[in-house]
């Protein structure tokens, strides 16, 4: 009660202080929620419009694949665009609702009332959620409506494949004698068209039919030209080599198949674009054109992949080891079948543009598919393998099966009525085949140059050999990521031709493509090929800038500061890893990955990192602290127990030390911070060098003293200051102890002052005479044993001891036999 009633204190001074604001807000806000509504509403009104025509267009247009798929398009771009328009009130939903929990609930019965303003502001909340919850609701509605439609689509495009391939034709009218007319009839009608545009063409449009030739010609020939000279003996069989590799002979089978036919299908292409663009084409004449033109790139594609794996005039280049003879018969009759395949589909966009009696069009396809039954039938009854005695072997067992199925399969179809059905069979036999067999021996050259050192075999490698810096390291590198490459251009170019050949529609890919590119959902996570790519790019994109920004800061900004070398590594090094880390998070994040769910999975794996990963992570935290509070830089001389020697590299999980030996030693980071680590330049160089010295008893050990700590001070490396100093330490067991202190401006010099120094005090002590005493050695005598006498008495006694011991061996024999007991044996040793 009292919080209900402290609010309406506060409403009232909120109203009574700016009447006039709060009410010109509300007008602002009420008049931009109404435009919003109203915007909305039109652009459902649209989309309710256009899919009530396509609708109708569905019912007209049920017999056209091609149109059904383009249908569905526009129907999914609609489905969007509404899904967009009940978007678009999100915000405006959440302020509502902000809004209303804020002004509470209306009181209840018994309790003061509001005033009139809150009550009128809450019915115009309620009112302006109604609205928008009504338009989103229609835009949900309309999604729905587009959703079953497209579901609807997808049962239309089923029942015509269904109906395509189990549709039954009446052989007898196709058979008749009235066949042969119709198809006089239809040669006349197309003889007429063709010719009036060749006319038409040849007398208004020659100019643009010269120029869009050779431009077509031309985009071909630089594709080719281009080819040759840039994979050059990959390209054509060389007959010199006598003996060539199996990766030569794929690689030749696959560019020489796979070049000229991109280059005979972009000069097609490019033709009919230009002839279309150039208004030289009209309609029926555009649709010939683009059959011809789809039937020479697949008779021009089949005849090239046969010539290169079956190679006629070449037996050594063979991908199969055929004889000649069969390889020419082979190559003849894939071509025909081709011929008869492309011939058949031409003369079927003639029969559906000009309107061809059914009985013409069965006879078509049934002589097809016939004629192609019976190539088939030849290829599997060829012999095309040689034995070693002569004789003529056929095709492996489950190949020759295969195609004779096939061929037989075709022609019962045919002779059954189910014309769709084997011509079906056949072009999948003939272009799928081709397709597949292409690609496979792509796939077999990309694995034979990823093996190790094939690439530096081929003439793109020894090129490279010959002019870059490559070793065969890199270029065994560089041979693997043109596999992956290869690979990756033969799924994106023949999984789509694979696809189109089994019925699909170009709109079946591209929406394909869109989904795959704009997210799969799978539960609750969405993966978009697009946003990892992205986040990829990014990442990759942070990480140069990230190593270019450190080259920068060290060898232009440091570098001229003259800063010192171990402070240069710590910042480059944490430069380096905040911009790798960055680089990271943006990666990420425009990847379109939630980085909370990154922070439920850490925070789900922390404890198993906890444990299972200590000495990582103590000895991350260790770098850390090592580059931070710098107790040794790179460059510094440090002893960490039994380690001596100099500071490399300082990383966040290591630490690489190079002894004097030139030995490099990985010093985990935890070890260096948990325990004792001398430092000889910690904060400069300057330090003392000990040299121990002995003299004999006897000496004059002023003179000695003397001696010593001028040789000291006339050494050129030992400071003035701190002035050198001779201890006499010790009277030691064998001689007396003295030892010379000195300082050096740079420690790591020591052993040079310390090698100089003992040449001197040698020198000085022979010269003064000055004994230097070294401790005596003991010395061990040893005892060689007596030889025995060179005669005969050593032989005798050693004869009587064994005459002895065979004698009181005997006489224990004897005892134990009174005894009863048995021998015993000794123990196995």
């Excluded at 008049?31 to 019912?59: F, N, S, W, Y």
């Excluded at 030849?378 to 056929?394: E, I, K, Q, V, Y």
């Excluded at 510094?636 to 290591?654: E, F, L, M, P, Y």
């Excluded at 001028?710 to 330490?729: G, T, W």
Aim: charged share 20%.
């Amino acid at each position: 009660m009292l919080f209900r009633l402290l609010r309406l204190i506060l409403i009232l001074a909120l109203v009574v202080s700016a009447p006039p604001s709060f009410d010109a807000m509300a007008q602002a806000l009420g008049q931009g929620a109404a435009g919003l509504i109203t915007d909305q509403q039109k652009v459902i009104q649209g989309l309710t419009a256009k899919t009530d025509d396509l609708e109708k267009k569905i019912q007209q247009d049920g017999e056209d694949d091609a149109s059904l798929v383009d249908i569905r398009l526009q129907l999914e771009d609609m489905s969007r665009a509404a899904l967009t328009s009940a978007l678009a009130f999100r915000s405006r939903l959440t302020d509502i609702n902000n809004r209303i929990e804020v002004l509470g609930p209306p009181p209840a019965a018994g309790q003061p009332q509001e005033p009139d303003i809150v009550t009128g502001e809450r019915q115009a909340l309620a009112s302006e959620k109604a609205e928008i919850n009504a338009v989103v609701a229609s835009a949900q509605n309309l999604s729905i409506r587009i959703s079953g439609l497209v579901d609807k689509i997808g049962n239309m495009r089923s029942a015509l494949f269904r109906n395509l391939l189990t549709k039954r034709y009446v052989l007898s009218d196709a058979l008749s004698p009235e066949v042969f007319s119709d198809a006089h009839d239809e040669y006349a009608n197309l003889y007429k068209a063709v010719s009036s545009w060749l006319i038409f063409a040849f007398k208004f449009k020659f100019k643009a039919i010269l120029a869009a030739t050779f431009v077509a010609l031309g985009l071909a020939l630089v594709l080719l030209v281009g080819g040759r000279r840039l994979f050059g003996r990959v390209f054509e069989a060389d007959p010199t080599v006598e003996e060539p590799s199996y990766l030569s002979r794929l690689s030749v089978a696959f560019w020489s198949t796979l070049l000229p036919s991109l280059a005979v299908s972009v000069f097609l292409a490019s033709t009919v674009f230009l002839f279309n663009y150039y208004n030289v084409l009209r309609g029926d004449i555009g649709v010939f054109l683009n059959a011809l033109a789809a039937v020479i790139a697949v008779v021009f594609g089949v005849n090239r992949l046969t010539n290169a794996a079956l190679e006629p005039r070449l037996p050594n280049w063979r991908l199969i080891p055929v004889e000649t003879g069969p390889a020419r018969w082979l190559v003849r009759l894939t071509t025909a079948m081709a011929v008869v395949i492309g011939v058949n589909y031409f003369l079927s966009i003639v029969n559906d543009k000009m309107g061809s009696p059914l009985s013409l069009t069965i006879a078509r396809s049934f002589g097809a598919t016939i004629i192609f039954g019976v190539i088939l039938i030849l290829m599997a009854m060829l012999r095309p393998f040689r034995a070693r005695d002569g004789s003529w072997r056929p095709w492996p067992a489950w190949l020759r099966y295969m195609a004779l199925a096939l061929g037989l399969f075709t022609i019962a179809a045919s002779l059954l009525g189910y014309i769709g059905l084997a011509i079906f069979v056949s072009v999948q036999v003939l272009v799928t085949g081709t397709i597949l067999i292409t690609s496979y021996i792509g796939f077999l050259s990309a694995r034979a140059i990823g093996e190790e050192g094939a690439f530096a075999d081929t003439s793109v490698g020894r090129w490279l050999s010959a002019n870059s810096s490559y070793d065969d390291a890199a270029l065994d590198q560089l041979g693997l990521a043109v596999s992956v490459a290869i690979n990756l251009m033969i799924v994106l170019v023949f999984l789509p031709l694979i696809l189109l050949m089994w019925g699909f529609q170009p709109g079946d890919i591209e929406a394909w493509a869109y989904r795959l590119a704009t997210g799969i959902t799978v539960g609750s996570v969405t993966i978009s090929v697009t946003g990892i790519l992205s986040g990829i790019v990014v990442f990759i994109i942070g990480y140069f800038l990230t190593r270019w920004f450190q080259g920068w800061l060290d060898g232009s900004v440091m570098a001229r500061g003259k800063v010192d070398t171990g402070v240069r590594n710590s910042i480059r090094l944490a430069v380096g890893y905040s911009g790798v880390a960055l680089a990271a998070l943006v990666g990420i994040s425009a990847a379109g990955i939630d980085l909370s769910n990154l922070a439920l999975v850490a925070g789900a794996l922390s404890l198993g990192i906890g444990f299972g990963l200590q000495n990582v992570v103590s000895n991350f935290v260790s770098g850390l602290i090592l580059l931070a509070e710098r107790p040794f830089k790179v460059g510094d001389w440090i002893v960490a127990g039994d380690v001596s020697g100099t500071v490399k590299k300082i990383s966040v999980r290591a630490t690489e030390i190079e002894t004097f030996q030139r030995q490099s030693v990985i010093l985990p980071n935890s070890n260096l911070i948990n325990n004792a680590v001398g430092n000889w330049t910690h904060r400069n160089k300057l330090g003392r060098v000990d040299i121990k010295v002995g003299v004999a008893y006897g000496s004059d050990v002023k003179q000695v003293h003397a001696i010593l700590l001028d040789i000291a001070r006339s050494h050129p490396m030992v400071l003035k200051n701190p002035e050198p100093f001779v201890l006499f330490s010790n009277f030691g067991a064998a001689a007396l102890e003295f030892e010379i202190r000195v300082f050096l401006a740079d420690v790591m010099n020591g052993n040079i002052a310390q090698n100089d120094i003992r040449f001197a005090v040698l020198e000085k002590f022979n010269g003064e005479h000055i004994e230097i005493p070294s401790t005596p050695r003991a010395v061990v005598e040893v005892r060689k044993p007596e030889a025995w006498p060179t005669d005969d008495d050593k032989i005798e006694a050693d004869f009587a001891e064994q005459e002895q011991a065979k004698v009181e061996a005997a006489a224990e024999a004897r005892k134990l036999a009174k005894t009863g007991r048995k021998v015993r044996k000794p123990d196995p040793d």
